[in-house]
T-cell receptor, first 113, second 117 residues
Framework: AQSVTQPDIHITVSEGASLELRCNYSYGATPYLFWYVQSPGQGLQLLLK??????LVQGIKGFEAEFKRSQSSFNLRKPSVHWSDAAEYFC???????????FGAGTRLTVKP | GAGVSQSPSNKVTEKGKDVELRCDPI?????LYWYRQRLGQGLEFLIY????????KSGLPSDRFSAERTGESVSTLTIQRTQQEDSAVYLCASSFRAGKQSTDTQYFGPGTRLTVL
């Protein structure tokens, strides 16, 4: 069965520093991969998704993620973090049927001034 | 509407009572999903509706949980005889599916926070 592991429960970075959130997945076929962000009091918002093609995916708010099949990873990156990026980030994996989608436990990002 | 809406936003109930949670998907979205998010945990898939097909109920944790959807509109998630472990945020999402193969994106509602005392 498919699964997602986000090894870091909580990460703290300084504003302006670079960020990388890790995501490892297990899936028996070609995965569809997603990153969602959940800001306090708000619903989940899609940051970016990978279905096929270029393995480096650009998303909203300056985020990007790279699909590495050999490492079963889909890490999220941002070159310079802003205070407004403080939120919970979820990685998800799915297949052609969206009812197969499974989410990781999330990584909480704290941004220090 | 502009996005997925859910009601109520917060629900406090006593153990043993039944609750109903409502989801209004984005107009035109044929697929609707329910998830549960316990404190500090990821999203747990509960149930999925797609058009007039039989729903995928594989994620429902017990027979106390059920959900209905009228056509391609509103859905209600019902939890009977609530238990304290049912306390969580219940999230609804909708998407537009075009055929069997789909790269559709799920759009999430703000969730209903359920507290069972």
């Amino acid at each position: 069965a498919q699964s997602v592991t986000q090894p870091d429960i909580h990460i703290t970075v300084s504003e302006g520093a670079s960020l990388e959130l890790r995501c490892n997945y297990s899936y028996g076929a070609t995965p569809y991969l997603f990153w969602y962000v959940q800001s306090p009091g708000q619903g989940l918002q899609l940051l970016l998704k990978y279905f096929s093609g270029d393995t480096l995916v650009q998303g909203i708010k300056g985020f990007e993620a790279e699909f590495k099949r050999s490492q079963s990873s889909f890490n999220l990156r941002k070159p310079s973090v802003h205070w407004s990026d403080a939120a919970e980030y979820f990685c998800a994996v799915g297949g052609r049927n969206n009812n197969d989608m499974r989410f990781g436990a999330g990584t909480r990002l704290t941004v220090k001034p | 509407g502009a996005g997925v809406s859910q009601s109520p936003s917060n629900k406090v109930t006593e153990k043993g009572k039944d609750v109903e949670l409502r989801c209004d998907p984005i107009s035109g979205h044929t697929a609707l999903y329910w998830y549960r998010q316990r404190l500090g945990q990821g999203l747990e898939f509960l149930i999925y509706f797609q058009g007039n097909s039989a729903p995928d109920k594989s994620g429902l944790p017990s027979d106390r949980f059920s959900a209905e959807r009228t056509g391609e509109s509103v859905s209600t998630l019902t939890i009977q005889r609530t238990q304290q472990e049912d306390s969580a945020v219940y999230l609804c999402a909708s998407s537009f599916r075009a055929g069997k193969q789909s790269t559709d994106t799920q759009y999430f509602g703000p969730g209903t926070r359920l507290t069972v005392l």
